[in-house]
């Protein structure tokens, strides 16, 4: 065997390793471009040409399809349903004053909410985001 195929191998079982280790999808594209570059030392291909195409295909893997990856596994990212009250109406509970913080209430549950204007007790609100525990939220006009 080649030295350059024990660095291919290397490489290869290397970044896989790395990638149990850590999960953060990143050595895997460097492992996946260490195959073909050991098919090529296999049939004593240049070993210039090796590595030229273990860092062509490793960049194409890494900056094409690591994106599309990530989408469909986001990590550290803690999903929760407190989205989904965006872009409902609840009613006003506390005054709203600018600067400061009241209250609304959506459906059963009472939540403290911010505008940049002033909302009056029984006025109705949307809900435009959620920072943090508060809802930010405007007045509909009737």
Avoid at 24 to 41: E, K, N, Q, R, T
Avoid at 48 to 77: C, D, G, H, S
Avoid at 80 to 93: E, R, Y
Wanted: charged share 20%; proline share 3%; aromatic share 12%.
């Amino acid at each position: 065997m080649d030295w350059l195929e024990w660095v291919w191998l290397g490489i290869f079982l290397g970044a896989l390793a790395f990638e149990f280790v850590t999960a953060d999808l990143v050595s895997i594209w460097f492992s996946l471009g260490a195959v073909p570059s050991y098919i090529l030392s296999l049939f004593n291909v240049n070993p210039v040409l090796q590595i030229v195409l273990f860092f062509i295909i490793t960049a194409v893997l890494l900056f094409v399809t690591r994106p599309v990856v990530m989408k469909y596994f986001k990590t550290n990212e803690i999903k929760t349903n407190v989205d989904s009250v965006i872009g409902q109406h609840a009613i006003c509970v506390e005054d709203i004053l600018i600067d400061t913080i009241g209250a609304v209430k959506l459906k059963t549950q009472v939540w403290s909410a911010i505008s940049s204007e002033p909302i009056l007790v029984n006025e109705r609100v949307r809900i435009l985001d959620v920072e943090g525990v508060k809802l930010i939220v405007e007045k509909i006009d009737k």
